[in-house]
């Protein structure tokens, strides 16, 4: 199934998408990153930070027009491929916190 076209506002998105990813991981192999969906890259956004962040926060971020994807986990799991994800659970809480961690990536050769 091809790509939709971006509209101009994902396209600006993608724009700062690519500066802050390049901020964190300067040389990030393109065919791992042309892996990532609108939604992950949202989610990244908001994670870039280093932050601990709530589900709901991250759910929130994988939407648009201000309803959450109600996959947004799932989309935050797409990260991995760059980026390791850690979790915590606050104390007296059910509910897991997530952040991103870089990952070194090894080379399909070992090498």
């Not at 990030?28 to 949202?42: Q, T």
Request: net charge positive.
């Amino acid at each position: 199934m091809a790509r939709r076209e971006l509209t101009e506002d994902e396209a600006a998105e993608m724009a700062i998408f690519e500066r802050r990813l390049a901020e964190l991981y300067p040389n990030p192999p393109d065919e791992e990153v042309r892996k990532l969906d609108l939604g992950a890259r949202k989610v990244f956004m908001l994670m870039a930070n280093g932050h601990w962040h709530h589900p709901d926060n991250i759910c929130m971020a994988a939407g648009s027009k201000g309803e959450p994807h109600k996959e947004g986990l799932r989309r935050m799991r797409q990260l991995r491929i760059l980026f390791s994800i850690e979790k915590t659970r606050p104390e007296g809480t059910s509910i897991f916190w997530y952040r991103l961690a870089r990952r070194e990536l090894v080379s399909k050769t070992g090498l």
